[in-house]
């Protein structure tokens, strides 16, 4: 039977959203409000190079200019569009769209800039920034102006809060990979992910913040100026690894100054919610958390495995092997990627050792990259259990996670993350071996954008190589790795099924 | 309240098996049934050596004696134990035990032989055959005596039949990594799993037979003697990869042959049950079922990138690169591991395709190793329901594997036995790092073990190099890794957990 006609109209004039469709305004007005907060940060470098009358500040200028006028355009023309009620949809449109929107705006002054980088490097050079990763396309930074220097560390740092608020208040309300064990009763409820978030940014931001002038201070005290020491800072925190130098931290020669870089590292690896609890009078928090414990567990076995393959093979010193070992161990597992020597000249066991590490990254809600140390928790709980069963089949056992119950849904959305893992990385190993890089770049390009680590392994790309000498096609493939590995792979590809869209 | 004496010797007086305990005897009896089939094998090799008068006779008859030997006594210490009661964890030891047990007695004859091998070279030799791995310690093939040539092929022809059986009869019924899915209603019960498995070692081995007499035919009329074309077949049937010859199939430069290869090899690579099925009027059975869509599907495609490979990058002629293309393909994913060619030398792409292919494997229910094709199709569908589920959280989502619903929990025993392959494959890698292998023959050698594949990559284990110039630590590692891949990691592993001791 046909609907009447006026029934009809009625139904055409229901708006796009209630029927399925996806509105847009609301995203576009955030990414708005995210661009003019980067507009704001350009104004940084800005002043450092014209600090010391480098032309580039025009460069930064110009593209802070052109950074607000997008940020206000998408602010005004969405105006009035209801912000507080997002459906799950359109947060996981807004999360791709704000990183990805984020990363390109970042690339403008990169491209401008007198650096000669092509736009495949500059975008490369800024989703590596913003991610967190840290791998490089430029050479002579030892040279280059204060303000890329700056620019590239303020991108990091940025990408470190912000994916930190993205793990805390965005993934567990979308699920993705297992994230929902990381829901609180009071925010599971995805209308209010953004006064959430905003929450959430300000609380940690102070600790941030913190964390960051305590970072500062101590490597301007270690013997870095004081320049050097705020980069360093912030891309220690954001466990990120830019530096102002090629050589990277091994510039300073300082056994002190790699030792605080340790610790550092290792504090950027913690989930910031452990801290703010330890300052709102629950520092046991901090050690009774089974991702902390896993974390330096791991971190502290893997070191010691290095230090005894330096002592015994390489006939190192043995102060030291461990401070190497120590160094390289948090560096790669937090997905920092300083490193303070070349260790891909150090043979097969700590290439394995060290490949490993990269795949299982930090904790979640920390600015660590990787697989996340909980979903092995998970899978090493699930594969006990597994054994358990076999031997006594009608026997009942639960697996917990912090002391809560895991559920059944839990546990198999952490396992298909493992194996989208597996999938992606062979997926883009594939495509660059087929664009010609070799067994070694291949594999450690796509396993190093993947985990946001940086460096990866062979004489190309190694700790002692940069990415510069890729072919552009590798760059975007591996940019857009990148991106994929920060929002942990299911937020970007979920948007390619035909489900999402049929909504 | 202490029980009275009467009532506590009562309990002591129950048989261990009762309380928790293992009864051995019933394990031993089956143990030493097969050892006296192994010593009647053993036989062969005898009588073709007598009939070309070397010497080596006299080590076949004297192992089949000891063999025989020990078989007869482990059935007579043990009869009278009841057979066809065996609970879940004596099937547990049972397969391990009989695997492992079978492999060492395999062993003998090429430890006494006038071949020179080490106890470890001979244990890896037969172990590679029993498990159809193929990887192999022997060099100068083709001036080997009779016996030993086509000793190698039965074990591998005997560990083919032997894993069908295993894989139908009792994985299964012991849920490893999601083996329950292969459960048909009259098979769950632990306790019919002996006389079960010899119903289905009749029933399959006249097919199994039947494909073999069949291969030797072809081999034979296509060009090769009688006696290569019967080792061959043995080897191609059960996916094995023996070859009397240093340069394996590539001795003979037979295009024909290559081809015949190539669909005995797939042939092995199908469940042996479909057959069965459709040798009883059910043909279509054969290509209904997903694991055999799946196989196909991925061969196929593997093959025509390969091809695609070789014409553009190497230049070969079309035809001939898709002889070379598909021949290696199903060459390395049935786990055969027959060389053709040096693929090594193919360049990078083709090396991550073929490292992928070697995880892949084959169906379950075959001759084939690797991680099987069935657990790929389980994981692909919890992804896709994942993904459906981040859209969806509240729709309901059902999976099926070959139209029936597959439970949370045969999900999530497919995973762990991914998560379990991972680790296991860094681990044994980790070790022959340290044992003092190169990063590409460590990695490699690990992957083919667990995968039950043969050749590993690069100059020392490649397709044109051989096992015997490992470190002894690292064979008996290997020997280990490759029973651990042919019985599906659980299987060994559950014994060394604590609660299956407990009961």
Redesign the interface.
């Known amino acids: 039977m046909a609907l009447p006609t006026s029934v009809r109209r009625r139904v055409s004039a229901i708006p796009s959203a209630a029927r399925g469709g996806l509105a847009l305004g609301p995203l576009l007005s955030v990414t708005g409000i995210l661009l003019l907060m980067l507009a704001a940060a350009m104004l940084v470098p800005m002043l450092a190079d014209l600090a010391v009358g480098h032309p580039d500040w025009q460069v930064f200028a110009a593209s802070a200019a052109a950074t607000a006028f997008f940020g206000t355009a998408l602010v005004l023309a969405n105006r009035g569009s209801g912000l507080e009620a997002l459906t ?2 359109q947060i ?1 449109v807004l999360t791709t769209l704000v990183w990805t929107a984020v990363s390109l705006f970042s690339a403008v002054p990169l491209a401008l800039s007198g650096l000669g980088l092509s736009l495949a490097d500059a975008v490369f050079e800024a989703v590596s920034g913003i991610t967190t990763t840290g791998s490089t396309v430029m050479i002579g930074l030892d040279y280059a102006p204060p303000g890329v220097l700056l620019w590239r560390a303020i991108l990091q740092w940025l990408g470190g809060i912000g994916i930190i608020v993205t793990g805390v208040a965005i993934l567990p309300v ?3 990979g297992g994230m929902q064990l990381f829901r609180s009763e009071s925010s599971d409820r995805s209308e209010k992910v953004l006064p959430r978030s905003a929450q959430i940014a300000s609380a940690i931001g102070g600790l941030y913040v913190t964390l960051t002038l305590a970072c500062v201070l101590v490597y301007w005290q270690l013997g870095m100026d004081l320049f050097d020491a705020a980069i360093h800072a912030m891309t220690t925190v954001a466990t990120g690894g830019f530096s102002s130098h090629d050589a990277s931290i091994g510039y300073f020669q300082s056994p002190a100054i790699e030792w605080a870089a340790v610790v550092f590292m290792a504090a950027g690896g913690v989930p910031f919610v452990l801290y703010l609890q330890a300052v709102h009078g629950r520092p046991y928090a901090l050690w009774t958390d089974i991702q902390v414990r896993w974390f330096f567990a791991i971190l502290l076995g893997a070191s010691l495995l290095l230090t005894i393959w330096l002592v015994r093979e390489l006939d190192k010193p043995v102060f030291e092997a461990l401070r190497s070992a120590a160094f390289t161990a948090t560096s790669i597992m937090t997905g920092t990627g300083y490193a303070s020597t070349d260790y891909g000249q150090w ?3 700590p ?3 060290l490949f ?1 590490l990269k795949c299982v990254g930090g904790c979640t809600g920390s600015t660590t990259g990787g697989i996340k140390i909980f979903r092995f928790v998970v ?1 090493y709980k ?2 006990r259990i ?8 009608n026997g009942v056992f639960i697996m917990t996670f912090n002391g809560r119950a895991i559920a ?2 839990a ?3 952490v ?2 993350f ?3 893992f ?1 999938l992606t990385f ?1 997926a883009v ?2 495509l660059l ?2 664009l010609g ?4 770049t ?2 450690s390009a796509s396993v190093t954008a993947l985990a946001n680590v940086g460096p990866g392994l062979g004489p190309i790309i190694g700790p002692a190589g940069h990415f510069g000498a890729l072919p552009e096609a590798a760059k975007w493939v591996l940019s857009a790795a990148m991106l994929l590995g920060r929002l942990e792979l ?1 937020t970007v ?2 948007l390619f ?1 035909p ?2 869209w049929r909504g």
Chains 1, 2 share one sequence.
């Open positions: 799950t949809r996981f979308l699920s993705v043979g097969t066991f290439i394995i050792l490993f899978l699930v594969a597994q054994m358990n069963r076999l031997v006594q089949p059944e849904e546990a198999i959305s396992m298909a493992f194996f989208l597996a062979t190993a594939g071996a087929a890089l070799d067994y070694l291949a594999m299911f590809l979920v099924t489900l999402f």
